[in-house]
């Protein structure tokens, strides 16, 4: 009796050892950082859109502020040509394995009619914002794309295209929604 027993009790442990069922630590959902929410800058509205990859690069817009008529940087006051200026605030991440080069020239602004503008250089210039920003691997930056629009026109999405490392092609781009 006593031999069964024991032949019971390590049947019973060699089970438990090679159960099935998945272990804790694959169970969990993945851990995400903790970001504490910031307010708005004046008059900016912030976008709800999902944050969206084009090759190697995570794009997500943060914020978008439209009809302003001027802009002051360190040196100078400057009136929109066009009418108004838009600033779209962005994050990048380089998901990439090497430093990339991000040109922010292909970053398109698209409004209600279909109309396409790129950034403004010089307003990007007077406002300080990078033109060619180089990210190295899973580095995140965060600036403002400046546009100059006609008044009368609406910020409707941010047609985006990012960096693949191993190709000499530009991967496809990706439109984010401007919702508010």
């Known amino acids: 009796m006593r031999s069964l027993t024991i ?6 442990s060699l089970q438990g050892c090679s159960s099935s069922s998945p272990s804790a630590s694959a169970t969990k959902s993945p851990q995400t950082y903790v970001e504490s929410p910031r307010p708005v800058r004046l008059d900016e509205k912030a976008v709800r859109s999902p944050a969206v990859n084009s090759g190697d690069t995570l794009f997500q817009v943060l914020g978008v502020t439209a009809n302003q008529p001027h802009i002051a940087g ?10 108004q200026y838009v600033r779209i605030r962005v994050l990048l991440t380089n998901l990439g394995r090497t430093t990339s ?11 209600q009619d279909g109309a396409i503008f ?3 250089a010089d307003t990007m ?6 033109l060619v920003p180089e990210l190295g691997s899973a580095v995140r ?3 403002d794309l400046w546009y100059d629009i006609a008044k009368n026109l609406v ?7 990012g960096y693949t490392t191993y190709s000499l ?3 496809p781009t990706v439109d984010i929604q401007l919702t508010t």
């Open 118 to 120: 790129t950034p403004d």
């Open 169 to 171: 092609e530009d991967p």
């Open 125 to 130: 210039g007077i406002k300080r914002q990078p």
């Open 74 to 83: 360190s040196h100078a006051e400057v009136d929109s040509k066009n009418g």
């Open 141 to 143: 930056l965060e600036f």
């Open 101 to 111: 080069t991000l040109k922010l020239n292909k970053q398109q602004l698209i409004t």
């Open 7 to 12: 032949a019971v009790i390590l049947l019973a």
């Open 155 to 161: 910020p409707k999405a941010l047609r985006v295209v």
